[in-house]
Each structure stands twice: as C-alpha cells, then as structure tokens.
C-alpha cells in the first residue's frame, strides 16, 4: 500500500500542525503518513508530532522543502 | 523638613511628591506577586490614606501616592500585619522582578519567582554605589528583559549531541534561530557552538531521532544592563548556573564587585565600561568558585 502524502508547504501555523492531525486521524495505525513541508513549519510540527507520541522514521529534502515519514502511534489516540 | 530628611524618607521608600506635603509610598514587591489578602490591605490602605489609587510601577511594584506626610507611619503600620513592607529607592538593591516561571508558563525553564524570593531575601534594600536592578526571565524568551537589569537572569537550556541516533537530517541547524549548529568537517558530527547558542532548545524539541538532547537545564547571567538616560544592554557573562544556589552566588559577587570598583551615583554598566568585562569574570569566579 502506499503511504499518503499531505502537502502543507502552502499553510502556515498553526494550520500545518492541524492539517496533519487530521491527515493522521484518517489512518489506521500503524499506518504512515508521508508529510511535505516548508522550514518554517519543521519546529512545531515535529514538536507536535513527538508530543503527541507518533515517530518520525526518515527526513529527506526536496531542495528547501522537507519531507517527512511519520509513523502514526499506535497507543493513543490522535 | 529639610533635604536630609527627604532623603532618608526616600531611602525608605516614601518619594516626595511635586505637590509639597505629599509622598508616593513605594512597597515591597517581590516579581510582582501579591496574594489577595496583600491587596485588600493596600486596597484600603489607598483609601485611608491616599486619594483612593496606587500606581503600578514599570517594574512589577505598587505606589500609593498622595500620602501626606503625618500618615506615613500608620499608612505602615496599616499594611505591616498583611505583610506588605514598605520598598526601598535610592542607592540600593531595587525590587527584583520576575516573570511566573516553570510552575505557571509552559515556556518556563528555570522557577523565577523562587529565584526573586532568594536573592530578595538575601539582597533587597542592601547599600550599593548606584541603583541595582535584578530581573529574572524563566527562558529565552525573556519577558522580564534580563539585559536590561544590572544583574539579569535566564532560564537556558544547554543542548548536547549524542551521536549514535543522530540521522543527519539536518532539521537541527533549519531551526537553529542563530544558525549555531554546524556539521563537522569529516561529516560525522554535529557542533553547537556555545558562544552563538542562545539556550532556546529548540534543536531539542525539533529531533526527529533524539540525537541532539538536553545536557543541562540552568540559570544565565547578564551583568550591567540599565535603560534610563543612555540605555546600554548587559553582557552574557560565566558559563550556565547550574543551581539557584550558584545563581544567587554569583549575583552576589557582582554586588561586592560593584561595591569594590563602583563611583557615588555610577550605574554598574558604567562601572563595568571602566574595568572591562573581563575583570568581573575573574572577580565572580575567584569569590562565586569554578562557575
């Protein structure tokens, strides 16, 4: 299956953390959740999404924009 | 009543007013807390007293103005069992403020009203060459303005790198708001530069892997500070304070440096522009020990 990608390179907090709340509340866990975004959206979304208990497997880069594969948490709820 | 008078009365905290016969009462407020109780108190002390209004200083403090001068010491006695003490002026340590700190704000890193409470207590209305003014941010985000207090206070948190999980993603040194990490030369290790690194740990909470991590949690001070007439911002000076006990130590070698090398009516800035920086860190750590 392959993994959905959620480009937030257009939004700007806090709609880039909200889009991939609900990016993620759409998969089934352990499903992941392929995330592009923009540097100025890194600190939070990775704050938010480490807080929230889901794990951040790779980063890669598209030039300026960052790519990110997040595992959704399978112990609670998103 | 003559100059002297004024002068000692202002010590005390009761400011001659520019209506004759009249003072503006400064109180004792530590960081800007009161509990209701201390309000109520000053509630009807303004009204006994004053015209019925206090006046809520730049730095954190209450004044009850319009006190006449033969109300002065039942204004004090009316306010004593409430707890609330008259403040200082002059050429003394000055009211420290304080943000709410760790136990309130979710940014907070160190606990800034502890803090205000002990060097309150250990320093308040003590004699100094000029004015001497401590401010305490619970972190970077510096809400009290650190650096524009004689002595300003920090909370910091020192990153660390730890390599085995580091993927070299390169999300650390995107965020890094002074651009303080780097990688190094062969490639296998990321440097944080201590003199550009301003303690906000966000290369911390930014890791995907956990690779950059928390060394230490502490206290930052800054030395010389003032606004005023000719502003001037105080320096970083000494590495992190580890403990509250470190910080207040430190804080008092600055005063009994100031006490040492400062002029009648000098600011500790314009003390420290005469010795240089350097002098001061020699002073803190030979009286404060390895800081």
Redesign the interface.
Known sequence: MTTPLLDITGDICPMTFVKVKMGLQKIKPPGKLTVRLK?DA??NV??SL?TEGHR?A????EGPI?V?EVEKNTKGKT | MNDADYKELKKGGMMRQAEAGLFSVRLHVVGGRLDTKQLQAIHDAADRFGRGEVHLTTRQGVEIPNVPHDSLSALKEHLAPSGVGVGVCGPTVRTVTACQGCKVCPSGVIDSPELADAVDREFYGKPVPHKFKVGISGCINNCMKAEENDAGIKGWIEPRWAGSTCTFCGVCQTVCPTKAIRTSEDGRAMIVDRDLCIGCGDCITSCPSGGMGEKSRGYRLYAGGKFGRVPFLGKRILGVLKTKEEAVAAISALLDFFRLHGKPKERFGDTLQRTGFPALETHVKEKAGQL
């Open positions: 540097e890194l600190k990775i704050s480490k951040i790779t980063v890669s880069r960052f990110l």
